[in-house]
């Protein structure tokens, strides 16, 4: 079988995909921390402050996490053809039926599926649920980090409610990316070996391989 070449994502997106990934796992490892700050027994009198240095570093990820964010915002709508939302987005005939054969060919009710480019619609669907939890996550840590800010403030009440829901809903997010990161690294093995597409080599290169047709 002959495979073609193919450039698939722009340097904006694989710079977005990495700030996102470093991010998150910041943000998980200092979050987790800040929840419960297993040291602070051990460094007392020592002169150390970990939990100050610990939230300063979740502080600078989520900047980092917002700008990821904004680049994917962009490439959204301005992206290439594979990069805009209207390629993988679950709203027109075609990408409803890829999304079906997709899921049946995840559960081995059928064999093969729709080859695309860019994203199949059932990773975009996920996608844009991740990026929809993303901005409440933003919206919700901004609201806990500024409260003097009025504008953030009446932002975050109308999203989340009172800063005790906010806390509540940003740390079961802190979960939700979590699986959604064990599952997109194994759902990009899983293709890339039995695709044979270079999934995991096309968020360094930009590059797929698609078969000749």
Avoid: C
Avoid at 27 to 45: A, K
Avoid at 187 to 204: A, K, P, Y
């Amino acid at each position: 079988m002959q495979y073609e070449r193919k450039y698939a994502w722009s340097v904006l997106l694989r710079l977005y995909h990495w700030a996102f990934a470093l991010s998150i796992t910041v943000l998980v490892v200092t979050g987790f921390y800040i929840h419960f700050p297993w040291t602070n027994t051990w460094l007392e009198n020592t002169g150390e402050f970990p939990v100050a240095m610990m939230r300063y570093l979740h502080f600078i990820a989520g900047f980092v996490f917002l700008a990821a964010l904004l680049a994917r915002l962009y490439l959204l709508i301005f992206g290439n053809s594979q990069e805009r939302i209207s390629d993988f987005a679950p709203v027109t005939p075609r990408n409803l039926k890829s999304l079906a054969g997709t899921i049946k060919n995840y559960l081995y009710v059928s064999k093969g599926h729709e080859e695309r480019l860019g994203h199949n619609v059932l990773a975009g669907t996920a996608y844009i649920i991740t990026f929809i939890a993303a901005a409440v996550q933003i919206i919700s840590g901004f609201y806990m980090l500024y409260p003097e800010n009025v504008l953030i403030q009446s932002i975050g009440l109308s999203v989340t409610g009172p800063q005790q829901h906010a806390r509540f809903i940003h740390y079961l997010l802190m979960w939700y990316f979590m699986l959604f990161a064990l599952i997109h690294v194994y759902m990009s093995v899983w293709n890339d070996i039995v695709t044979g597409e270079g999934i995991i080599s096309s968020i360094f290169n930009g590059h797929k391989f698609m078969r000749s047709r």
